[in-house]
């Protein structure tokens, strides 16, 4: 039995869901967001609520039950308050910048790292060792912030790199001395 996919979705003031078929549109105060689910879920609205129902208690359509509640949810969650996620840049020399729509990384290489922000994504530089990434779509958000961190991914010995804020980088020894005989 979905405990998550059960739940019914409240939907806020200010914010309007739009159901035709299998494809849910929302939209508020931040923006719209519009997504195509599987069919095979019943989506409706009642009152001030979205239900998601399965046809049967298939695993297949289990699954989908509890995904399609949560992506809905994210939905609604995005065009209210929308998402963030916060990266640090660590070591010696590595900062950020942003100029424009740019964000110019050194990270470094022989050559600086440019990002820019997307139609529906905008990047925010607080401090120079700080990148937030901010957007109404989730996956779009977390998409972002994966790439920059693939710029330059912590390493295990130092901790240089670009990590989430609330990622541990678990440290490592380095070598070891000549060994005993």
Do not use: C, W
């Not at 195509?36 to 695993?59: C, H, L, T, W, Y």
């Not at 840049?89 to 100029?99: D, L």
């Not at 790439?147 to 541990?168: H, L, M, T, W």
């Amino acid at each position: 039995m979905s405990r998550i996919g059960n739940k019914p979705v409240a939907i806020p003031a200010g914010v309007e869901v739009k159901i035709d078929g299998s494809v849910v549109t929302v939209k508020g105060p931040k923006g719209t967001l519009s997504k195509e689910f599987n069919s095979r879920m019943a989506i409706s609205q009642e009152g001030a609520e979205i239900i998601v129902k399965r046809p049967n208690d298939e695993n297949v359509n289990k699954s989908l039950h509890g995904l399609t509640r949560t992506l809905i949810n994210n939905m609604i969650v995005g065009v209210t308050e929308g998402y963030a996620t916060e990266l640090e840049v660590n070591g010696v020399g590595y900062r950020v910048q942003k100029t424009g729509k740019e964000v110019k990384m050194n990270l470094g290489f022989s050559h600086d790292v440019i990002v820019s922000d997307t139609d529906d994504i905008t990047l925010e530089v607080p401090a120079p060792n700080k990148i937030i990434v901010k957007g109404i779509d989730k996956q779009k958000v977390g998409q972002m912030a994966s790439e920059i961190r693939g710029k330059r991914p912590p390493e295990p010995y130092k901790g240089k790199g670009i990590k989430y804020a609330n990622e541990v980088i678990r440290r490592k020894e380095g070598k070891a001395g000549k060994g005993k005989k």
